[in-house]
């Protein structure tokens, strides 16, 4: 077990280095000082065991890696370049400092790829592995706002959705099946942080606003459609070979599914129909979800939809 | 109880406002755009219930209060300036929105007190109450380290000692004494954040070196000192008469005692002797604690002290 909170700070000084080129006075004071952007990106998170994750089948690397990811996601939802993060760390006596070591580890691995550094935080014992991560980076110039969409404006998306609720169902209910959805199950554990997509898209004048796919786009979409306004979902709505499969096999409709799962980290963005093929061309991997229309609600071949995405915190 | 994560939002802007003049961008969006001092001081600190407060004796105002008031000493102790936090909140289902309003309450009092901004944070369920938050500020041009004091130089505080810790005894164990000693079980529900004679310290040239005394001196002095030096404490060691009468009762040295104190949230610094007087002068509240010597460790009447602070994480 962790003996001590000096035993914990040497584990954090092996996983991540006290320099950055944004630290001007690292860790181990009371607090960091950091060369900071004149519009700068804050945003905080929480990933809770039990809540957000089960240590059933989240290997240690696993958590380290998913508490900094959803925390990049966000500033990616602004087009913002992430710099560093402060990590509050609520630990249970029950885990011992080899799974310390190892979730650090694939924190630490993750912030490597971004050239991020770990500016500060704080440790205390509780009663279940619990990580609070602020995150801080540089806004672009010109920061992305919700709701600037209007009638005809294509809404795309990047990144794939409904496959990490999939991956969800599947390791909660029939873990057997991880096997034969292994994007499904990866999506939930490892998403992908679409921190460049975010920076490039920032950076595209005709993209009118952005945001991180988090709770399902049936509750994401009113966030970041205008209030008089709704979309008309493209009918041919791309289901990834492994959604369909398993879909099928629970009697669902792969799209209505895909529609309302949870955890996408996909990135919403909207621009002019006629900007759309040269934003395609600068992020192939953007593809069209649908077009505004001047009607409020979620509409797929002209239905109106009334499913709806999950609130961690709704009692249901 | 907390309906949902919309419910907790509505209960937020009723005590915070989103507009403060450092906000460019509010809540509410993935994250908040912030106008940002070149020099950034990011501090975080966690607050958990039956850790570092039990509801038995922290009215929910006292919760709010005292989750922001150890983050705003972080930033006192680098004579920073604060100007926003995120609070990343832990929500356990026994607690009602009535006392959601009255934590954030406290903490809305305190923050328009140094008119600091919520720029930001996250809700989740969890099994106790449990705050993280990150806060964020100005550094000062100079930035104060610790361990650049030389033998001779004055080590000062600013705040009291050992008092907290008083309070934090009598509201675990004699609560009936509480009416006795307010001053002690105040100093442990509200430390006083000592934001505005951090500014003015790191302004004065002279001080060398500045940090806040949260795990007590005994632990905290060899933390501010240079390796190869100690200090000796002055004979006049200013005991309060509510800590002598306890101290007494309990046969314990108030010194000792003071010393070995947690959670005083008190200021300490350094200064040339010669500069001593200035600075008192500028900071009527400070008071010399001793004088830095060339032999390591903390002596009372030439005799080393061998009592140490406590380590919230460390196992007995």
Known sequence: MLKSENHFLEIVSKAF??????????RGDDCAVLACPAKLCLSSDLFLEDIHFRLKY?????????????????????????????????????????????????????????????TGGDLSFGSNLGLAITIWGQSPERILLRGKCRPGDVIFLVGDIGLARCGLMILEHEPELSEKFPLTTSRHLHPLPLVLEGEILAGIESVKGLMDVSDGLMSDLPRFLAQDTGIEIDPDFPVH????????????DPVIFSL?????????????????????????????????????????SRKKLQTKGFDHFEKN
Not at 67 to 88: K, Q, T, Y
Not at 241 to 252: A, D, G, I
Request: glycine share 10%; net charge negative; charged share 20%.
């Open 17 to 26: 280095p006290n320099t950055h080129k944004h630290m001007l006075v690292g």
């Open 58 to 118: 989240f290997s240690p690397e696993d958590v380290g890696y998913k508490a900094l990811a959803v925390n990049l996601s966000d500033l990616a939802a602004h087009g913002a370049r992430p710099l560093g993060f402060n990590l509050n760390l609520i630990w249970p006596e029950y885990l011992d400092s080899n799974f310390c070591q190892r979730m650090l580890h694939g924190m630490a691995d993750l912030a490597r790829q971004f050239d991020i550094g770990l």
């Open 241 to 252: 070979p492994e959604m369909q499969e398993y879909s099928q096999s629970k009697n669902h």
């Open 260 to 300: 309302t799962g949870g955890e996408d980290y996909a990135l919403l963005g909207g621009c002019p129909s006629e900007q759309w093929p040269m934003v395609k061309s600068r992020i192939p991997s953007a593809w069209k979800l649908g077009t505004v229309i001047p009607e409020k609600g979620i509409f797929l």
